[in-house]
C-alpha cells in the first residue's frame, strides 16, 4: 500500500516538473535571442556567433513547446488544472518570442538577394562623405550594376524618385528634418546632397543613405540610395528605409 502511495505521488510530480522546465527552456530562448543582437552590436561576439545564439534561443524555444505540449496532455489525463494553465502561458509567450524571427524569416524568403537600393538605377547617387567608411566596408562602394537593378525593379517597384513642387532649398531642409527625426547619423549635407549612416535598432548594422536633389524648373526630384555594409541580402530593409523616408518627406512638404 506505501509503495502504491508512494508511485502515485511520483507520478503526480513528473507535470510540475515538466512545467518547469517548458519555463526554464521559454527564460533559455528569450535570453538567447534577446541578447545575440546587444551581444554582437556591443562587440563581445562575432557575427556567426550572434547567428548560432539566435539559431540556439529557436531550439529551446521550440523545446518549451514541445515541453508545453506533453504537459498539457498529461495534464488532461490527470485533470491538473494548474499545471495545464502554466503550459498554455508558456504556450502563447513562445508564440509571441517567435513572432520577430518569423517574421524575418518570411520577409527573407520573399526577398532577393540584394543589399543596394536606389530609386535610380541608372545614374545612382554616388557616396561622397563616406567614401571610405564604404571602401573598407565588405559589400565596398560601387553600385551592384544590372543584376541588382533588375532584381529591385522585379522585387520592390514602388521605389521611385519624388518629385515635389518646391525647390531644392526648401527640400533640402525638410529631407534634413527627418533624417534627424530617423535618427540617422548625418555625416554631409552640401546644396543638393545629404549623406547619413541608419543603424538598425537589434544587430546595429550600419546602412548608408545618400539623399540628391535635381531641380527641374519649378520642382525638384529627390533620388535616394540606401545601401548595407555587411551581408548579401538586406532582407527588404533598405527599400523599406527609402519607401518610408520619401512617404515621410512628402508628407512633411505638404
Known amino acids: 500500500m506505501a509503495d502504491k502511495l508512494h508511485q502515485q505521488r511520483h507520478k503526480s510530480r513528473w507535470p510540475k516538473v515538466l512545467t518547469w522546465f517548458s519555463v526554464l527552456a521559454l527564460v533559455a530562448a528569450a535570453l538567447l535571442m534577446a541578447g545575440a543582437g546587444p551581444a554582437y552590436r556591443w562587440e563581445w561576439v562575432g557575427l556567426s556567433e550572434a547567428f548560432n545564439l539566435l539559431r540556439n534561443g529557436v531550439y529551446a524555444a521550440m523545446a518549451a ?3 508545453s505540449v506533453l504537459v498539457l496532455l498529461i495534464s488532461a489525463i490527470t485533470r491538473r488544472g494548474g499545471t495545464a494553465f502554466v503550459a498554455i502561458a508558456v504556450l502563447i509567450a513562445t508564440a509571441a518570442l517567435l513572432y520577430m524571427p518569423w517574421q524575418q524569416w518570411q520577409r527573407a524568403q520573399q526577398a532577393p538577394v ?3 537600393i536606389t530609386t535610380d538605377t541608372q545614374n545612382p547617387p554616388a557616396f561622397v562623405a563616406l567614401r ?3 571602401e573598407a566596408a565588405p559589400n ?3 553600385y551592384p ?3 541588382t537593378a533588375e532584381q ?3 522585387a520592390y517597384p514602388n521605389v521611385q524618385p519624388l518629385v515635389v513642387e518646391a525647390p531644392a532649398t526648401t527640400v533640402l531642409a525638410a529631407a534634413q528634418a527627418e533624417v534627424e527625426a530617423a535618427g540617422w547619423e548625418i555625416a554631409e549635407i552640401t546644396q543638393n ?3 547619413a549612416t541608419a543603424v538598425t535598432r537589434w544587430f546595429g548594422f550600419e546602412d548608408d543613405v545618400v539623399i540628391r536633389l535635381t531641380e527641374q524648373g519649378q520642382s525638384t526630384q529627390v533620388d535616394v540610395r540606401s545601401a548595407s555594409r ?5 532582407v527588404g530593409t533598405n527599400a523599406l528605409r527609402i519607401e518610408g523616408f520619401l512617404n515621410a518627406l512628402r508628407e512633411r512638404l505638404e
Not at 230 to 234: C, E, H, P, T
Open 65 to 67: 513547446v514541445a515541453l
Open 114 to 116: 540584394i543589399h543596394d
Open 132 to 134: 571610405e567608411e564604404r
Open 140 to 142: 565596398g562602394l560601387d
Open 145 to 147: 550594376g544590372d543584376d
Open 152 to 154: 529591385q525593379r522585379a
Open 193 to 195: 546632397r545629404l549623406e
Open 230 to 234: 555587411l551581408g548579401a541580402s538586406d
